[in-house]
């Protein structure tokens, strides 16, 4: 009995020795791990990973891989997608970009699901598609047969950009990393670039893959000297490991992976990331027959009415993108069921009870239904009441008004509540837009000024003159020619009372549309003067005295190497289309003295004279408004027809080829930001214009504005 109790005792005793250091050792490890001060940081790497697995986990199991015959079409790829799974590790970095990981198959959007991108779609299909999950065959037929490592999509907001990437991943089968600018974002120094990093090494771990980059100009936009030294470290290690894209695997294999990003601001994008992005698809606004697709898509699982007419939303919807589209569906959508609504609780009906087929089919006038409505905005407005309490619209005044000129009132102050194009009328002398407001007061006012004689300043026509000097000759342009071209031919000549001088410069020509070279390439200058309308004879007499005047003198440089005249014209005016956003801004005639910050000339040729009338039209009431709109950074847009210059300007000492034809009209659009900054918004402008069968744009050129007599911006010229 008492050996056993002293083997228990001895037992006990090594027990307790064996057990004090393991427990000595768990305290101070639990006493130390208190005191590190990286515990946190710590336990959040270890949640992340834990998510970061977990993400990738739920990812292959929910590939449908299981239980698949080995004759199913997409046996290898899962096959690849489960030897992935047993040999998947990442790093720290890597977990972080899983969490932006989405399979193929969980991405809801197909080609089938986006409308009126056929070509779009088909080429992405060739480009990118095929060589990403078929790339035996194509590294087979040739090395250079390999997917891009860059394919970009730009145009206007909401024409499809996104929708278009998720279905490239959802049908090419790649893992798709939806990269967010927040997670490269760190506030360690080096961080991001170790992040940038691991987004390549993830994507070749996961290949085939796209890495989707949406807005990517917010993320590798053009390097600037005063950028932060963070920014352009990310981007330079962003166009490392990009280059490395192309390179091949141990066998030799190119590898699988591109780089997808979707932007409106093409021209913010750093040259090198464009280089970088080889394949270049506009996802422009939609044309007639794109429209028809997206709406019959759109509305594919919506009760129609047997008389529904696609073809009136297809005309009304002109310029409007696929998001405007589908919200002016869902509004019209609304329609019947808030009718049903209405009529059952009128009669206190059970809302429970309400089955589908009790609501009424949509109407085509149901997309005209709710005040505000994308496509409510586009019938035309009702007569203002404002305006009528002046009896003096252009509609109804004729010559025979005692006082045409009693509401021809121009006052800065007036506010502007809707679009509408206003005309002009020689006869009437009239310039006042429906929708700036005058007062029975002002049209008083005005009257009695009238009675003073009081002279009102109308536009009649502009001298527009786009010029080239010739390469080596611009700091004498500058100097001299255009001091005499701007004062001495314009200025000082009775009649014009505004005018102003801009520049293209090298990188705005590249933004350029026209179906000429000569004016694509050349035209660095553009003259702008507006005459008065009472004056516009008076001008042009005195317009060919001071050219004569000038030619006696030797200063009319007809030397045709010194400069050419890419277009001059003098041009009638047809009238003026306002914004909202102009309420406070200039009217017509102040236009050329405003600090604009650009201006767009618009050249656009009808079919013939006879159906010019038909697009002056066309233009003012249907596609100018739709394009200067209250978000729009186009103020003013004043409407020219061409005119031949008169016999007694047309001289021989002007050297260049002058545009003559009663087809042409000319476009002035002011912006209130750099071209540069807001060109995506004229993007479009000419498959509309074709579009509509009236007319083709031969040119759309930004300027911005600069002083003559001066070499600014001289050294960017060429």
């Known amino acids: 009995m008492a050996g056993d109790r002293r083997w228990a005792t001895i037992l006990q005793e090594i027990a307790i020795a064996a057990a004090a250091p393991i427990m000595a050792f768990f305290i101070m ?10 515990a946190a940081t710590k336990s959040e790497a270890e949640k992340k990973a834990s998510a970061a697995s977990a993400r990738l986990s739920s990812i292959f199991a929910s590939s449908p891989d299981h239980d698949l015959d080995e004759d199913d079409d997409d046996y290898e790829q899962k096959m690849e997608w489960e030897k992935r799974k047993e040999n998947l590790v990442l790093t720290p970095y890597e977990q972080t970009i899983a969490m932006e990981v989405v399979a193929p198959w969980e991405i809801p959007v197909s080609f089938d699901d986006i ?57 090419s089968g790649a893992c798709f990393i939806n990269l967010h600018i927040s997670t490269l974002t760190e506030k360690w120094y080096g961080d991001s670039n ?3 990093s691991a987004v ?23 390097r600037r000297s005063g950028e932060h030294e963070a920014s352009g470290m990310v981007k330079a290690e962003f166009m490392t490991q990009w280059d490395g894209l192309t390179s091949s695997n141990s066998l030799g294999e190119s590898q699988r992976i591109c780089v997808l990003g979707a932007t409106n601001r093409i021209q913010d994008i750093d040259e090198a990331i464009l280089r970088r992005l080889p394949k270049k698809f506009p996802v422009s606004l939609p044309s007639a027959s ?75 006038d149901d997309f005209f239904g709710r005040k505000g409505g994308a496509l409510q905005m586009r019938r035309e407005p ?16 004729s010559e025979s008004d005692d006082d045409p000129k009693t509401t021809d009132f121009h006052d800065p102050a007036i506010t502007i509540h809707n679009i509408k194009a206003y005309p002009f009328s020689n006869e009437q002398c009239i310039s006042i837009p429906h929708s700036r407001h005058i007062s029975s007061a002002q049209a008083k006012t005005r009257s009695t000024m009238a009675d003073c004689h009081y002279q009102d300043v109308h536009i009649g026509a502009a001298w527009i003159s786009m010029i080239e000097p010739s390469p080596g ?25 505004a005018g102003r001088r801009w520049v293209a410069t090298k990188a705005l020509r590249q933004l350029r549309y026209a179906n000429t070279e000569d004016m694509r390439d050349y035209g660095c200058y553009l003259h702008t003067n507006l005459f008065a309308a009472h004056l516009v004879d008076e001008v042009n007499t005195a317009l060919s005295k001071t050219l ?39 009217l017509d005639v102040h236009a050329l003295d405003y600090p604009f910050k650009g201006v767009v000339l618009e050249i656009i040729d009808a079919g013939s004279a006879e159906t010019r009338p038909q697009l002056v039209g066309w233009l003012k009431d249907i596609f100018v408004p739709l394009k200067i709109n209250q978000s729009s950074t186009m103020t003013i847009c004043l409407i020219f027809t061409h005119a031949d210059l008169p016999e007694m300007i047309k001289s021989p000492r002007l050297p260049g080829k002058l545009q003559m034809g009663d087809q042409r009209i000319v476009l002035l659009w002011f912006l209130e930001k750099e071209p540069r900054e807001c060109w995506t918004e004229f993007e479009g402008h000419a498959g509309l214009v074709n579009e509509s069968d009236l007319g083709d744009v031969v040119l759309i050129a930004p300027f911005i504005p600069t002083v003559s007599g001066t070499d600014r911006y001289v050294d960017e010229l060429r």
């Open 290 to 364: 794109q429209r028809r697709s997206i709406f019959s898509l759109t509305l594919k699982n919506t009760r129609l009415s047997p008389h529904f007419d696609f073809g009136v939303l297809v005309k009304i919807s002109a310029g409007m993108s696929g998001s405007d589209i589908k919200e002016a569906c869902r509004d019209a959508a609304m329609v019947p069921v808030r009718e049903y609504i209405r009529e059952a609780k009128a009669r206190g009906a059970n809302m429970k009870g309400v089955k589908a087929q009790d609501v009424r089919g949509l109407h085509t």
């Open 200 to 222: 390549f090494s993830l994507a070749r771990k996961l290949q085939p893959s796209i890495v989707f980059i949406d807005e990517i100009d917010a993320v590798l936009g053009q």
């Open 29 to 38: 490890r639990n006493l130390l791990a208190r005191m590190d001060p990286e």
């Open 194 to 196: 170790k992040l940038v």
């Open 473 to 497: 000759h611009e700091r004498s342009f500058n100097r001299w020619y255009a001091n005499d071209h701007f004062y001495s031919g314009g200025m000082c000549l009775p009649g014009i009372f």
């Open 548 to 586: 004569q005047e000038l030619g006696g003198k030797g200063r009319m440089y007809g030397d045709a190497i010194f400069r050419r005249h890419i277009y001059t014209a003098i041009t009638p005016y047809q009238g003026v289309v306002y914004s909202d956003s102009a309420a406070e801004g200039p």
């Open 382 to 397: 009702e007569v203002d009441e404002a305006w009528e309490d002046t009896k003096a619209s252009p509609e109804t005044m």
């Open 115 to 171: 409308g009126g991108l056929d070509d779009i779609i088909e080429e992405l299909r060739e480009a990118v598609i095929y060589p990403l999950t078929m790339p035996h065959l194509y590294s087979a037929t040739s090395s250079l047969l390999s997917a891009p490592s860059g394919v970009l999509l730009y145009g206007p907001p909401g024409c499809g950009k996104t929708m278009l990437a998720k279905a490239l991943a959802h049908e």
